[in-house]
């Protein structure tokens, strides 16, 4: 498929270069208001400044690196001049490659989804440095120790999205009489065998969240929804869940997080929604170990929830533990849930009295001054 050209229009030299326009909603909170700003779409098409100056950048940078794209973003950053660099991508090669060409600016990845270093939830060969890396907690410190990736600074922080969420979202309700199912629906007959293997694992889980609430009547259950209205799946996942009396929750601003936050326990395999609501201190099931006496012998798998206690992991996908394990979390009170799972909260998602967005603001202007 041949990309087309995107022409970017700016003025004179910046302060900051956003890389992606997805997420850049949110990076946009990050930045100290008095900074000038750019945002580079680069998905949907290559970006280039109609500009003589720009062409020379760009065949000395060619020169340079051949033709690969850190010849065209680093052509770019000459033409730009900001001094600060920041993406909400922070599983590509590239945040860490402008690191390299460009040691007097600051360099800024923001965490947005959990790494697993499994079945192309990351590929640990395509990043081999990060640059100043804002982290969900210190799971992600360890992750990359593992892997041998090098990195210019990890600075664990919670996850920005939850952190403006919350920041947002004044009132704080809960309804007790709510379960919360996150939705990590594929296409089975589409997907490769591992996400066949997680998509028969969550089904057999919300069949039993299903049959649980047989004999809880009482108790609303909701489905966050993972694909959009637009998306080409969202008719076959709607038709998934509408087979229950369950309240679709659709994909719409923070909708999923409101379903979450608003709901007595949430249930989820490894979503990243699940361990920002578990790193907050609500409640969580996580069924992403769950088997039929058929261990997942990923060791990467096992290493991603190894310090979650056992009461908030399913083992199996049998009826009996899934009711055990729900009653017993909805039964237990705040503090006693709180005190259980405070090492691993902390672990995962280390959320402080500062929000994400301030303490990347705060970072991005002591540079700046």
């Not at 593992?146 to 990890?154: A, D, K, L, S």
């Not at 309240?247 to 909708?255: A, C, H, L, T, V």
Request: proline share 3%; aromatic share 16%.
């Amino acid at each position: 498929m041949v990309k087309k050209f995107n022409k970017i229009e700016y003025k004179g030299a910046l302060n900051v270069l956003i890389l992606d326009e997805q997420g850049s909603e949110f990076i946009c909170k990050c930045i100290p208001g008095n900074l000038s700003t750019i945002i580079l779409p680069i998905r949907n098409g290559i970006p280039y400044f109609a500009k003589p100056v720009f062409f020379l950048f760009l065949l000395k940078r060619i020169f340079q690196f051949g033709f690969r794209n850190k010849a065209l973003m680093s052509a770019i950053v000459d033409v730009v001049r900001p001094k600060v660099i920041i993406s909400f991508i922070d599983n590509s090669s590239i945040m860490g490659e402008l690191n390299s060409i460009f040691p007097r600016k600051l360099v800024i990845s923001v965490q947005n989804g959990v790494r697993v270093d499994s079945n192309g939830f990351f590929n640990r060969n395509t990043i081999i440095s990060l640059p100043h890396y804002f982290s969900f907690g210190d799971y992600e410190k360890d992750f990359y120790n593992r892997h041998g990736i090098e990195y210019e600074n990890i600075y664990s922080s919670g996850s920005l999205k939850f952190s403006l969420f919350v920041d947002e979202y004044k009132k704080h309700p809960t309804n007790i009489n709510a379960v919360c199912f996150i939705s990590q629906y594929w296409p089975l007959d589409l997907s490769s065998p591992h996400k066949q293997h997680c998509h028969k694992i969550f089904r057999k889980v919300f069949i039993n969240l299903a049959l649980w609430n047989v004999s809880h009547k009482q108790t609303k259950v909701k489905v966050a929804m993972r694909n959009r209205v637009h998306d080409m799946y969202y008719y076959d996942e709607l038709n998934f869940y509408n087979k229950e009396k369950v309240d679709i929750i659709e994909q719409s601003n923070f909708s999923s997080y409101r379903a979450g936050f608003e709901s007595s326990v949430s249930i989820t395999m490894f979503s990243t929604l699940g361990f920002e609501l578990f790193g907050f201190g609500k409640k969580v099931l996580f069924c992403g170990m769950a088997t039929n006496g058929n261990f997942i012998e990923d060791e990467a798998v096992r290493f991603f929830f190894h310090k979650l206690p056992n009461f908030i992991l399913l083992d199996s996908l049998d009826i009996a533990e899934f009711n055990s394990k729900i009653n017993a979390l909805i039964s237990m009170s705040e503090s006693e849930y709180l005190e259980k799972t405070k090492e691993a909260r902390e672990y995962y998602m280390k959320y402080g009295k500062n929000k994400t967005h301030n303490i990347i603001s705060e970072f991005i202007n002591d540079f700046i001054n």
